[in-house]
């Protein structure tokens, strides 16, 4: 029997990584990742997410759902149009989004990735 799982910060596999080099633009921000679901398939992903301050760059290919737990952050696409994202925020970023990502006040949010089978 299939059972409902629940995501909550804290649980899963949790990691910590810098933001990679290549993609720095300000700051050394920190992330950490509690992955908590991954499907049959590979291609749908969950769990928390969180950096402290900084600002990188954003190549998209797969379409993420977040919803902010708590902090700040900015969003600027490759048109300089900004969004400001707070606690309570919930956000769409489609695959083929370019910009960038800063996290202003350390940020935590919720995550569901869709990536399309090849």
């Known amino acids: 029997m299939?059972?409902?799982l629940r995501i909550a910060p804290?649980?899963?596999d949790i990691s910590q990584a810098p933001i990679a080099a290549a993609k720095l633009l300000q700051g050394q921000p920190n992330t950490t990742t509690a992955h908590q679901f991954t499907?049959?398939?590979?291609?749908f992903h969950c769990g928390v997410w969180s950096s402290d301050a900084g600002k990188w760059t954003l190549n998209y290919?797969?379409?993420e759902f977040c919803?902010?737990?708590d902090g700040e952050a900015?969003?600027?696409d490759r048109n300089g149009r900004e969004e400001r994202l707070a606690k309570g925020d919930a956000f769409v970023v489609p695959?083929?989004?370019?910009g960038t990502w800063e996290?202003?006040?350390t940020v935590q949010k919720f995550y569901a990735i869709y990536e399309k089978a090849e």
Do not use: V
């Not at 499907?39 to 291609?43: A, D, L, P, T």
């Not at 695959?95 to 370019?98: E, I, L, P």
């Open 10 to 12: 804290n649980l899963g």
């Open 103 to 105: 996290t202003i006040k």
């Open 39 to 43: 499907n049959s398939q590979n291609n």
């Open 61 to 63: 290919t797969e379409d």
């Open 2 to 4: 299939t059972a409902i």
């Open 74 to 76: 900015m969003i600027t």
């Open 95 to 98: 695959a083929g989004f370019t």
């Open 67 to 69: 919803y902010i737990i």
